[in-house]
């Protein structure tokens, strides 16, 4: 979350992120713009926004800011931030989203990306922070501040983009049948398009823009999506697909209504997508099943820190075909190095358009690990707690990529504080769904004893 203050990072692992009109001021969005056009003087950028209510009031003040500096702006209205990037890729020009993707409805952000459609190098996000420090923003006179187009041919661009990954052919002989929750965020247009495109009959759940997310909570997990799993568990449908607010994740659900996690549905497209010698990139809170997989495949997998783009660029250094998050954002190189939760449901429709098994069939083909996530509330700085909680695990075997994993015979959990909230996360891994909650649990209570 943003602090205003001198000396401090504003980008965090997704972007800056606030509450406008507290920490997320109009004016400091502005600045930020100031900065954004500074930094980039190239002559347009691409925006897009999610359908959060302050995302008119965030992107006016950003764009005002852009502007000012003399760079011109293409509106490409409400859209998810997977089609803005791959915009941004197609045209070879930078771009900001204005989302808090998963975050509760009060929240808002700016989030930067590059000409090559991947999240802005942390650098460069240092560089536009120091120019906003420092007050050193470009200014030009009336006759060269610069204008805003808009443009409405994004969404098209996208679809079709997605559709030549896969196998449109077969999806479309299939005629799946699949329930879409939007969570009437920024995929309500996106996602439907996709779907009709690849001849699948459709019903939908919140499937229209709504700031407020009041048909259920933007995070898409299990417990958020009770009427979708309900709907699906009459077998009417073969497939259920949910979105984040940005949509830049995606979950599952199987043909009887059981919900498959972001770790399974990542780690079924890696099982049936590479081949031997092909890399694979994911960060340290991922499923151990990926290293199962990848040694069935005779692939390569590095892991890396958490964040999409760390993932990302260590997919461009070393030539990845796909990477991804435990969460549900899978990033499908082919296609372009950003999560995408559209670009994944695909995939997933094209596995099932290769042969006559069902989504719960290729789930039960997956490695047996499953991961819990829990959180805890943080009111002070990770840092003026993390030493004490390290002495608690010393002597043990410990990963130290990102945040604490520690290892305890055949599970493992994960701490390490989240760079979008105020909250540290905790990742628990076991051979069952019950021990995973049963680790993250025990760490979630000795750092709320720690905390006290």
């Given at each position: 979350m943003v602090e205003v203050s001198k000396n401090t990072r504003y980008f965090g692992t997704n972007g800056i992120r606030g509450i406008p009109n507290r920490d997320l001021t109009m004016d400091f969005c502005l600045q930020m713009g100031k900065a954004i056009g500074t930094f980039h003087n190239t002559g347009i950028v691409a925006m897009a926004r999610d359908t959060r209510i302050s995302g008119n009031a965030v992107f006016s003040a950003v764009s005002s800011g852009i502007l000012s500096t003399g760079m011109n702006i293409e509106d490409l209205g409400i859209l998810p931030t997977p089609a803005?990037?791959?915009?941004?890729?197609?045209?070879?020009v930078p771009g900001v989203m204005i989302t808090a993707s998963h975050n509760p409805p009060e929240f808002n952000g700016i989030k930067c990306i590059a000409k090559d459609g991947t999240e802005l190098h942390w650098t460069d996000e240092e560089r536009i922070e120091k120019i906003y420090e420092g007050g050193s923003f470009k200014s030009v006179d009336w006759r060269n501040i610069g204008t805003i187009r808009s443009v409405n041919t994004a969404v098209s661009l996208y679809v079709n983009g997605i559709t030549e990954h896969v196998r449109a052919d077969l999806i479309r002989k299939k005629k799946f049948r699949v329930l879409f929750d939007a969570g009437s965020g920024a995929s309500f247009e996106t996602t439907p398009k996709l779907l009709e495109s690849l001849g699948c009959s459709m019903v939908t759940l919140n499937c229209f823009p709504d700031g407020t997310f009041s048909g259920r909570h933007s995070e898409p997990k299990e417990e958020n999506l009770h009427d979708m799993q309900n709907i699906m568990k009459n077998g009417s449908f073969d497939l259920g697909i949910a979105h984040d607010g940005d949509a830049d994740r995606v979950v599952f659900f199987d043909e009887n209504g059981n919900f498959i996690d972001g770790d399974q549905s990542f780690s079924?497209?890696?099982?049936?997508?590479?081949?031997?010698?092909?890399?694979?990139?994911?960060?340290v809170s991922s499923s151990d099943s990926m290293d199962e997989i990848c040694r069935e495949k005779g692939a390569s997998l590095i892991r890396t820190k958490v964040g999409a783009p760390i993932v990302s660029r260590t997919m461009i250094e070393k030539k990845a075909k796909i990477g991804g998050e435990e969460n549900g954002g899978v990033i499908y190189g082919e296609h372009q190095f950003c999560r995408d939760g559209a670009m994944t449901a695909a995939l997933f429709l094209n596995l099932l358009a290769q042969g006559d098994e069902k989504a719960s069939d290729l789930i039960k083909e997956l490695p047996k690990y499953r991961i819990f996530r829990i959180s805890v509330p943080i009111s002070r700085p990770w840092k003026d707690i993390s030493k004490k909680f390290s002495e608690t695990v010393e002597g043990r075997r410990i990963d130290r990529t990102d945040g604490l994993k520690i290892y305890e015979d055949d599970s493992w959990v994960l701490v390490r504080p989240s760079g979008t909230e105020p909250i540290v996360r905790i990742f628990g891994e076991s051979s069952s769904l019950d021990s995973?909650?049963?680790?993250?649990?025990?760490?979630?209570?000795?750092?709320?004893n720690l905390l006290k």
């Open positions: 803005l990037q791959y915009y941004c890729k197609t045209f070879s079924l497209i890696v099982k049936c997508t590479v081949k031997e010698g092909d890399v694979v990139v994911t960060p995973a909650r049963s680790i993250a649990v025990r760490y979630r209570e000795i750092i709320e």
